[in-house]
């Protein structure tokens, strides 16, 4: 039987774990893990007890070109020879009904909710807020040609293809009228700013999406279904959108980083910019944007769910109160940076 009517049936999963030479035993047993709402993430273990993980797009309405779980192996495979901490890509699986990759497990913690970030130290909960932007400083270094990414999306200036494109996702995913993000993406795009380099962007690189180690090191980047090719300064934008302070109206699954011990924005974001002297001008440009992309795809999430119960993760979903409050948070960013 398909594990929680998500199309995933263990028993036949096994002739393709023999075929790619992954070795097992005993009964294999898939179960959901983690908080994502977007393509879903699976544990399955062995009857010895080995783990992998399974990744496969959500189910119900999919938007063109989102979940695509097949490119996303393709870009943690060429990543397996850099400097970026990724998981291993197994295998890829084509005849379930939906795509599944197999991933090797990566032991570790996930920061995926307030609660597991109480239990670390406050040195530990320094410790990884200050890696994260080491971390991104190695995705945006990655080589294109040399790890066969350079064809990975289009070249044109990112700014108008991000605005572009998560312009369609909200018409398409919308559940209400909303004139305070209509107004905003007008401000957007007003204020575009000049794009002086392109490089690897994850497009959603935030505290959830990694993995970290006992000493608070990223040993994981996750989570790549968003990956293209852009403005290595969107992908600051968008950890720092996913990284409220105290005082801050936004909470839900992002209030992790307002406890004590966790760097401040400013300090993520000097890190970042003295590991790779990039200049800072077009910040808050992306900053304002990574809020306004933050909502369309909380939005997107809340249509998911109410298309399918099935894709509501552990935490709960995303609600219209929240997605107001990142467009709230959006346009006094916008206004501090004189957009």
């Not at 992954?22 to 007890?49: K, M, W, Y």
């Not at 670390?120 to 990655?142: F, K, N």
């Amino acid at each position: 039987m398909a594990e929680g009517g998500f199309g995933i049936d263990p028993a036949a999963l096994a002739p393709w774990l023999a075929d790619i030479g992954v070795e097992f035993s005993g009964e294999l047993r898939v179960e959901r893990i983690g908080l994502g709402q977007s393509n879903l993430t699976f544990r399955l273990t062995d009857g010895a007890g080995r783990r992998w993980v399974l990744r496969r797009p959500p189910l119900g309405r999919l938007l063109s070109s989102a979940h695509d779980v097949v490119r996303e192996a393709r870009i943690l495979t060429a990543l397996e020879d850099t400097d970026v901490p990724t998981p291993r890509v197994l295998g890829v699986f084509l005849d379930a009904g939906a795509p599944l990759v197999l991933m090797e497990f990566v032991d570790g913690v996930v920061v995926d909710s307030p609660a597991v970030a109480m239990g670390l130290s406050l040195h530990r909960r320094r410790a990884i807020g200050l890696s994260l932007g080491e971390t991104l400083a190695r995705v945006h270094a990655v080589d294109l040609d040399r790890a066969g990414l350079a064809d990975l999306a289009s070249r044109r200036p990112y700014a108008e293809r991000q605005l572009a494109r998560w312009s369609r996702q909200w018409e398409r995913s919308r559940t209400r009228e909303l004139p305070a993000l209509e107004a905003l993406t007008e401000r957007l795009r007003a204020a575009i700013p000049a794009q002086r380099e392109t490089t690897l962007v994850h497009g959603d690189f935030h505290l959830r999406n990694v993995i970290t180690g006992t000493d608070g090191e990223v040993t994981a980047v996750l989570d790549w279904e968003l990956c293209t090719l852009g403005d290595p300064l969107a992908d600051l934008g968008t950890l720092l959108a996913y990284w409220p302070e105290p005082g801050d109206a936004v909470g839900g699954e992002l209030s992790a980083s307002v406890l004590p011990g966790f760097p401040h924005r400013d300090e993520i974001a000097s890190g970042y910019l003295d590991h790779t002297g990039r200049d800072p001008a077009a910040l808050g440009f992306w900053h304002a944007l990574g809020l306004w992309k933050v909502a369309i795809i909380g939005e997107g999430v809340l249509r998911r769910a109410i298309d399918d119960p099935r894709n509501r993760a552990a935490a709960g979903t995303a609600t219209a109160e929240q997605i107001n409050a990142l467009i709230d948070s959006a346009t006094e960013v916008a206004d501090a940076a004189g957009l």
